[in-house]
Antibody, heavy 117, light 109 residues
């Protein structure tokens, strides 16, 4: 059974940093692209970043480019999202997703990130 | 960015057919594949993949869900609607950097 378990969320002040982790199990992690998708409170879904299976290439939405870094450790079957210079508009539930061919076929339960002073 | 447009809400009766539409600002087909996918999200839960590449049923999804369309016009059909289907439905394209529609909330009449 595919499982994705996020951790690392919480309350953080504007301008500070936070690092999310996603522990994957139930599939061969190193074979799949992975991604982060977020959802602001009462809003829709928004793709944040993707990473190839080797980690050699990464892709970001414009609003997080230069502030967020997606990475992975295939030996640990873990996906990361380093979030720097956080803004209030980054407040959202962040979902770790398995992302073959640009779709999102499995989702974690999500982790809440609140950016507020 | 490719913009996806969905109606905000749809009211339907149980055991009737629900048709949810998604229109894209650009063609999302390429080499015969429609890069359009559909998700269901219930309150307090993570989204779940229902349909991929326009019309393919994802693993474990009941056959009362189906997807159709091509180019810029796509439809998710639920027939018949069951009480467990009350949720918000999102379309998503992967022809370019991924974008989602704003979601259609399926409500009971």
């Amino acid at each position: 059974e595919v499982q994705l378990v996020e951790s690392g969320g919480g309350l953080v002040q504007p301008g500070r940093s936070l690092k999310l982790s996603c522990a994957a199990s139930g599939f061969t992690f190193s074979n799949y692209y992975m991604a982060w998708v977020r959802q602001a409170p009462t809003k829709g879904l928004e793709w944040v970043a993707s990473i190839t299976n080797s980690g050699g290439s990464t892709y970001y939405r414009d609003s997080v480019k230069g502030r967020f870094t997606i990475s992975r450790d295939n030996a640990k079957s873990t996906l990361y999202l380093q979030m720097d210079s956080l803004r209030s508009e980054d407040t959202a539930t962040y979902y770790c997703t398995r992302a073959p061919w640009g779709l999102f076929d499995y989702w974690g339960q999500g982790v809440m990130v609140t950016v507020s002073s | 960015d490719i913009v996806l447009t969905q109606s905000p809400a749809l009211a339907v009766s149980l055991e009737q057919r629900a048709t949810i539409s998604c229109k894209t600002s650009q063609n999302v087909d390429n080499y015969g594949i429609s890069y359009m996918h559909w998700y269901q999200q219930k309150p307090g839960q993570q989204p779940k993949l229902l349909i991929y590449e326009g019309s393919n049923l994802a693993s474990g999804i009941p056959a009362r869900f189906s997807g159709s369309g091509s180019g810029t016009d796509f439809t998710l059909t639920i027939d018949p609607v069951e009480a467990d289907d009350i949720a918000t439905y999102y379309c998503q394209q992967s022809k370019d950097y991924p974008t989602f529609g704003a979601g259609t909330k399926l409500e009971l009449k």
